[in-house]
């Protein structure tokens, strides 16, 4: 309800201005990460200078298979070291509530799909999430898990180099200005600091806190045994790259790790998959190993061993466990592993996607067999070949392009990629007989095939809008994959004329025409994902029969508000309960609680969850009481409370007291002055309404905003027709100087209003009057309640021990008066001496509960610029 449109705002700071402006510009969250992988793969180009792809790959094929075997076995030991890390954890924070072989599992598969998708952070936390969540764990203990794990991979690190620069002086001594001395007290430093931790942590329960979220900390056993995983883990991965490295280059394991640890730091500034690009121009710097053909053979080595091997290991016995599933041939250890690889279905199948696509870009960028295209010339033409060349690298950043829509387990996703596999298949033999890629391209096909019934979602949204992680992580890896074919051909002189030449052995020019395809691909994508959204236009729907005999009947006055004419509604069959939701494109969003019967509206509420769940939306219920909460609890939602909602009773109602001494006395002097206080029925209001728009868009000029919508009204003739009108008249001039419309609950159970303006000119206390007056009629009509509306985040409790949620509300409300009156708007309705009822939000746990506030925000007040106006 707008009873807070009878404040004014303050106008904005200009540098809130800014900041929003900045805000509304997601083109620079983009730019960053992309910038620093440019720069560092401009670095990398230079240290890979005088190198020729040709020794490369001879130095690859010329590793022994001792040494191969020798990185496949630390790369083993590295992920069972990853497994126990959720291990160890998951006894620390929710012991005996996850087996440990599914923590196992979780830990192993997560790294395993995060390594290759990239953003582990997120890819990492949404696995673990889901496979947790699927065994009764919530947000907040799978936050925890994932939390102990990075302060055990931190620990680890810690005990590493402390006993590396302590024992092994010849780390950061060579990268440094230092002398041994000072790297070995750096070391001890280290040990020290190591030791006084675990000592804290043996000696009681420790917690840790941080802005309002906080968990328990392992004890002395389980700190030793994470810290041993964390150690397994980093010397499993360092060992990995350390034993393909070539004999000559003379490092130190203690100098190499050093130096590796600092690679998989700067790596995570850029968003590509793993850091690619920025964790081996670190390394060869630091390896001081530039210009070695032997050495970049050794990282793209450790890039197939480490990232790619495990990744397709889950991905098979991911696809085995489907595949027997459905033949109902499951038992014994098979069960426990499909149920809990389940719910991680789409992001393999995501992985599997990017994988494929990867591989056509790659293929796309390094030089063709000439003895393959020697075949293809005696059985097809160059025109043909050189199409197939420029379709193969089309699909393979297609196929990047819909994992994200795979991902989210859209089937569109999975149709359209199978058909990309299936392109991709038949470029990979007409472009240069690669059948080795043909062959993968079937195996992905497959794999996808079993993967089937984990996408079921059929949004309208394009499966090619990206998000900002998303789009940033594809030009970073595209910048990557570019770098790669500049490496390739880099004894090749830049010419014009390359780009028209087309000849069996202008692998060069292929490559220019291919990276030009897949840019201009990208760039419609990224200008379409940043800029594509468009803020829902408000078109006025009809009300049907069913809507408007419920909302205009229901003891809940809240319910009128349903009648605005910008909602869509999921009615019964029997049409004894309606619900009135917004679709923003986002996410499916209800107006308050259905309305109706309560059996018929907890079925709307189902109905409302599958229907977004069906098209990949969040789906959320806002301004809702506890009368559904049962309900919404089971559907998996968060309940946040919101603010409260003030109702004032009407029996025995009067102005008199101290408390309400300034609406008496406005009442008063209106009546002194001659304003006269009205009831138009709705029957006699067509005649008024001109007088009454002109009022409100005068009203409306004195605003920096536009008309509101979903939870507030607008100016609308129809919407406003539905109601009667409480209007203050000047005598004298029988002039309209200030109107209400006002929402009458059924059996007199409530009264309210929610359009409430007056004319610019009119007296200050004409709005304190007309409020005065609404109320005493309300009680001579006999009404029970007089609804004051909501107080935004009103009632929140702001303490240490409160849920981060509640924390950053009480804040919000304390802090933000020069956004919005918070506490004048609660103080104003105090005046009448209420009752207050909590307001709550039912929505997804964690960030998407910001994210939907936005959302509202967005069918409110436009976005942004709308709330800071």
Known sequence: MSTGETGEPPNPEPWVARVTAMLEKPVLRVAVPVLVTLIALTVLHDLAGHVRWSDVRADMAQTPWRVVALAVFWTAFSFVSLSLYDVFAVQSVAEGKVPLRVAGLAGACGYAVSNCLGFSYITGTAIRYRIYASLGLDL???????????????????????????????????????????????????????????????????????????????????????????????????????????????????????????????????????????????????????????????????????????????????????????????????????????????????????????????????????????????????????????????????????????????????????????????????????????????????????????????????????????????????????????????????????????????????????????????????????????????????????????????????????????????????????????????????????????????????????????????????????????????LGLSILKIGEVARVPLKDFTLGGKSRKRFRQARNRAEREGYVFEIIPKEQLAPVLPELRQISDHWLEGKAGAEKGFALGGFDEQYLSYFDHAVLKNGATGKIVAFANLFQGGNKSELSLDLMRYAPDCPSFVMDALFAEMMNWGAGQGFHWFSLGAAPFSGIENRQLASLWNRIGGFVYEHGEQFYHFEGLRAFKQKFDPEWSPNYLASPGGLAAPRILYEVNILISGGLTGLTK
């Open 140 to 634: 907040g203990r799978v936050a925890a898990v994932i939390a102990t794990s990075w302060v055990a991979f931190w620990m680890g690190l810690v005990l590493i180099l402390g006993g590396l620069l302590t024992f092994h002086p010849d780390g950061i001594a060579q990268v440094l200005p230092i002398s041994a001395s000072v790297e070995t007290v750096i070391g001890l430093g280290l040990l020290a600091g190591f030791a006084a931790l675990f000592l804290w942590l043996s000696h009681g329960a420790r917690r840790l806190s941080v802005a309002g979220f906080g968990f328990n900390l392992p004890g002395g056993r389980l700190a030793g045994l994470l810290t041993l995983a964390a150690a397994g883990d980093l010397l499993g991965a360092s060992m990995v790259l350390y034993v393909l490295m070539p004999d000559d280059l003379g490092v130190g394991y203690p100098l190499f790790f050093t130096i590796f640890i600092c690679a998989i730091a700067v790596g995570i500034l850029s968003h590509a998959p793993g850091g690619l690009g920025l964790f081996e121009a670190t390394l060869i710097a630091g390896l001081g190993a530039s210009g070695r053909s032997d050495v970049i053979a050794a990282l793209l080595l450790y890039r197939v061993i480490y990232t790619f091997l495990p990744f397709a290991i889950a991905s098979l016995s991911i696809a085995v466990a489907t595949a027997l599933a459905h033949r109902r041939r499951l038992g014994g250890a098979a069960t426990w592993f499909y149920r809990a690889i389940r719910p991680i279905v789409p992001m393999v199948a995501a992985g599997i996607a990017a994988v494929a696509g990867v591989v056509l870009l790659v293929s796309g960028t390094l030089p063709a067999s000439s003895t393959k295209l020697g075949i293809l010339r005696d059985v097809l033409p160059l025109s043909f070949v050189e199409a197939s060349h420029l379709a193969g690298s089309a699909i393979g950043v297609l196929l990047l392009l819909v994992a994200r829509g795979l991902y989210r387990k859209l089937y569109r996703a999975w149709i359209v990629a199978m058909i990309l596999m299936l392109a991709g298949f038949f470029a990979s033999l007409a472009k240069g007989l690669d059948t080795h890629e043909a062959i993968g391209m079937l195996v992905a096909i497959g794999l996808l095939a079993l993967f089937r019934g984990a996408f079921y979602r059929v949004s309208g949204a394009s499966i090619f809008r990206l998000n900002i992680p998303w789009l940033v992580s594809l030009i970073a890896l595209l910048a990557v994959i570019f770098w790669i074919g500049l490496f390739a051909y880099s004894h090749v002189e830049y010419d014009n004329a390359l780009w028209w030449e087309f000849a069996w052995d202008g692998d060069a020019s292929r490559f220019l025409r291919s990276s030009m395809v897949v840019a201009v691909i990208v760039g419609v994508v990224a200008v379409n994902s940043l800029f594509g959204r468009t803020i829902p236009a408000r078109h006025r729907t009809e009300i049907p029969a069913a809507v408007e005999r419920l909302a205009l009947a229901s003891e809940d006055t809240e319910a009128q508000i349903s009648l605005t004419g910008d909602k869509q509604f999921l009615i019964a069959p029997d049409e004894s309960a309606f619900l009135a939701y917004a679709d923003t494109g986002i996410a499916l969003i209800s107006k308050g609680e259905p309305v109706g019967d309560e059996a018929a509206g907890q079925q709307l509420i189902w109905q409302l969850r599958e229907m977004a769940d069906a098209e990949g939306k969040l789906c959320a219920f806002y301004s809702v009481s506890t009368k559904y909460l049962p309900t919404f609890l089971d």
